[in-house]
């Protein structure tokens, strides 16, 4: 058992490692000299195909020794916990969808005022929530209908390291968007929703 969560932990650490790496400005700077304007269309596909497979053995070794069960939620709130988790999965997309320019290698590169800076032009999801990845995240993962000792310590490390990489990217975006970020920040939630949407001044 404990060889199981010890290689599980392995697996998680190097998705962490690669996914923390591709994701670095340093990284994104070499990628732009590269590719020139072509980066910005070929980054964010890349990046999310290596994070998939680089994710897959992860999952398939939880798969094959998930540990003892610590409960199964019965039904009907098992559905209820599934129901959330499609509404999460639903909202990862539409965020992307919601804020590409947060996104484009060449305005993450850029200071605020700079020629190549953008407005941060919220709508969408985000007139709710600052971060619905991270919402979204611990919600697929929190409303699993049954639990594991492996799953639970996987789980409990990967929301330590989502809760990290979202203050890392909230310090990205001030950098990027200056004092509008910073203003936004002080309406809006980082993961919990607020009841009134909030719209750019």
Known sequence: ???SIVILIICLVG???????LASLPFKRFIRRSLGSRADELYMPVY?????????????????NPG??????????RWLMVGGQVIALIVGPRALR??????????????????????????????WIRDPFLLSGLVIM??????????????IL??????????????RLVAQFGDEYRDYQKHVHRIIPRLKAYYDK
């Not at 003892?68 to 009907?76: A, G, K, M, N, T």
């Not at 990967?158 to 310090?171: A, P, Q, R, V």
């Open 98 to 127: 919601d804020a590409p320019h947060r996104f484009q290698l060449k305005a993450q590169l850029s200071a605020p005022n700079s020629p190549d800076s953008i407005h941060l032009n919220i709508h969408g999801v985000y007139r």
């Open 1 to 3: 058992m404990v060889s």
């Open 158 to 171: 990967t929301t330590i390291y989502l809760i990290m990489g979202s203050i890392h990217w909230e310090s």
């Open 15 to 21: 998705f962490a490692a690669i996914h923390s790496l």
């Open 68 to 77: 003892e069960f610590l409960y199964i939620v019965p039904s009907p709130w």
């Open 142 to 155: 929190w409303l699993t209908p049954f639990m594991t000792t492996n799953l639970l310590i996987i789980y």
């Open 48 to 64: 999310n195909l290596i994070a998939v497979i680089t994710i897959i053995p992860l999952v398939y070794l939880l798969y094959k």
